[in-house]
């Protein structure tokens, strides 16, 4: 076995990853709230650092079409992508993106922008930055809140809402900007199964915000973005999750963010190639969660003390055999 190890590590430096890593950004600013902003100087030594350290930055149209046609990911792939439709997404992060010539894309909500709602976007900035090669997609018509039914709601008439949100969204931005890619960013990054199979129906693309690394087997209704805002604007943290791998999931058997009981439990079935089981940990906050594993492919991991209240994580990880230096890395985001 170590031989067999050993001689996988000597060809960890020519092995393609094929894994992707999308990035996540909001404000470009240094008098936004913090949590959500990276100041332009920051944005700067980021996009400096995949320069220097040779990672492709690419279009998110072209990692779908690897994602979709099977085709191979590119080695090392960065994909950076802002949310929220922020103004200075055009007045500070837009000319430094094309000074460096990278690719990205901004998902926008439509309703914010129509009404002028917080220091957004107009309509000419966008254009301006679609006619520049920006990609611009979905962010829901108005960012509500879409995992579930409001108080008193059907959940017949909570899906008529989201599907109107999301087409609406879509045309709204088609009849802009002429760019219709049918991919939807969750605001918040919050989902249910109920709400990916609606995704699924429509035909779109569904991007949320819990982490992780993009792999061939990365489900389109749940793709992961790494946050790189905020504490994680950081380039030693930053460089960490650069060099992330996706998990082999072939079942998503308890993953839905809407939990039924607290503390949920994560169960999960995957392929096990590159890793060894008993090296895979799973965190809630600081706690360390040892995996159960049921079968030989299918482990469960369950918090000692309930969630709390909003949004929390299960995040889970295991190092990489073949290339050093590299981990898997999963997130399940939990809304209670």
Not at 69 to 83: C, E, R, S, W
Not at 173 to 182: A, L, N, R
Request: negative net charge.
């Amino acid at each position: 076995m170590r031989i067999f190890i050993t001689v996988i590590l000597l060809f960890s430096l020519i092995l393609p990853a094929q894994a992707a890593v999308m990035l996540i950004y909001h404000h470009v600013a240094d008098n936004t709230p913090r949590v959500s902003s990276v100041t332009k100087e920051e944005l700067r030594g980021h996009l400096q650092y995949f320069k220097d350290n040779n990672f492709q930055v690419i279009g998110l149209d072209l990692l779908i079409q690897q994602l979709q046609q099977g085709l191979p990911i590119a080695d090392n792939a960065v994909v950076i992508t802002f949310d929220d439709s922020f103004e200075n997404n055009y007045t500070a992060a837009h000319p430094i993106l094309m000074e460096f010539g990278y690719p990205y894309t901004i998902f926008i909500s439509p309703g914010s922008i129509d009404d002028r709602v917080g220091p957004v976007l107009n309509w000419d900035q966008v254009k301006k930055m679609a006619a520049d090669g920006v990609l611009v997609a979905n962010h829901a018509m108005h960012h509500e809140r879409m995992a579930r039914p409001e108080p008193g709601e059907s959940e017949e008439d909570w899906l008529k809402r989201m599907e109107q949100s999301i087409l609406q969204a879509e045309q709204r931005i088609k009849e802009e900007t002429g760019q219709s890619h049918q991919w939807l960013a969750y605001p918040y990054g919050e989902f249910s199964n109920a709400l990916e199979a609606l995704v699924e129906r429509l035909g779109f693309i569904g991007i949320g915000q819990q982490s992780g690394a993009i792999g061939p087997a990365t489900k389109l209704t749940r793709i992961p973005r790494f946050p790189a805002a905020g504490q994680y604007a950081d380039l030693k943290d930053l460089a960490q999750k650069l060099r992330t791998l996706a998990f082999t999931i072939t079942d998503y058997l308890s993953a839905d963010q809407v939990i039924s009981a607290n503390p949920p439990t994560l169960r999960l079935r995957l392929e096990i190639k590159d890793f060894l089981p008993q090296q895979l940990r799973c965190y809630a906050g600081s706690e360390v969660l040892e995996p159960v594993w049921l079968d030989a492919n299918t482990f469960e991991v369950t918090a000692s003390k309930a969630v709390n209240r909003g949004r929390s994580r299960y995040n889970c990880t295991a190092p990489s055999l073949s290339k050093r230096g590299y981990f898997y890395w999963y997130s399940q985001q939990w809304l209670n």
